[in-house]
C-alpha cells in the first residue's frame, strides 16, 4: 500500500492498492473520518450494479472508490452525490474527446454512443436528517481493448480515442472536478448540478425502446426528481415513474 503525493489530492487523502478485493469494501472498513480517494491496479470482487461483476484487466483501467462526509446534504438528496461523481467523469473525458461528448445514462453509467466506458455505486450513511458519510466506488475502461465477460457493450478510451491514459493522471483531474462538483451541492447550488446532470442524460431526447415487469414499451424522457426517480412518458402518453432496477433500456 502506498499513499500518493500530488496537490490534485489535497481534499481527498489518497491511498494506492496495488490489488484489493473491492475499494469501496476497503473504504467502509478504513477507521477515521477524514475524505479519502482509494485506487488499485486489479480488483478482485469488484462490483456492478446489483449482482453483476465489474471487468477490468489489471493495471489497464482506473478502479476506484472516494469516502466524502458532507458537511450540508439532506438525506433526501443523497442523489447529489452520485450526480456530482457522472459530472466528474463525464467532465474529466469530454476534454478527451472532439465535437462528440459522452453521455449519463440514468443513474449511474457513463456512455460513449450506445457504450458503457463507466459505472457508479453509492452507499450513504445517515445521521437523521443529513448525510453523514458516503462512499462512491467508479470503474473506469481507459486502456482495455479485449473484454471477456458477458457485459453486452463494454467500451473503453483507448478504443474511442486511439490514445492511452494514464490512471493516475486521470484520478487526479476526476477528483478535481469532483471537489468543484460537491462544492455545489454544499454551497446550495445542488438545483444547478441537478440540471447539470439531466442536461447530460443518455436518450434525453426522443422516442425509445425500455422495459419494466409488464413488458416492452415506446417513452420518452419526461423528467427526473432530485431523489432519481425516472419519469417516462409512453407513446399513449401516460407517466410512468421507476427508482433503481425497476426498468432497463433497449436498443
Known sequence: MQAMKTEAFEFFR?????????????????????????????????????????????????????????RHIAANRQFLLLEAMALAVKDTLDFCLAEEKLTVKWPNDIYWRNLKLAGTLSECTLAGPVIRSCIIGTGLNLNQTVFLSDAPNPVSMLQITGNALQPESTLQRILASLRNRLQQAEQGEGDVLHNDYCAALYRRTGIHSYRDAQGLFEARLHHIDPDGTLWLMDAGGEIRKYRFKEVRYEQ
Open 14 to 70: 489518497p491511498i494506492h492498492l496495488a490489488e484489493t478485493d473491492s475499494t469501496n469494501r476497503y473504504l467502509r472498513e478504513l477507521e477515521g473520518s477524514d475524505n479519502v480517494a482509494v485506487w488499485t491496479d486489479y480488483q478482485t470482487a469488484g462490483r456492478g450494479c446489483g449482482t453483476n461483476r465489474w471487468e477490468s484487466a489489471r493495471g489497464q483501467n482506473l478502479l476506484f472508490s472516494v469516502r466524502y462526509h458532507p
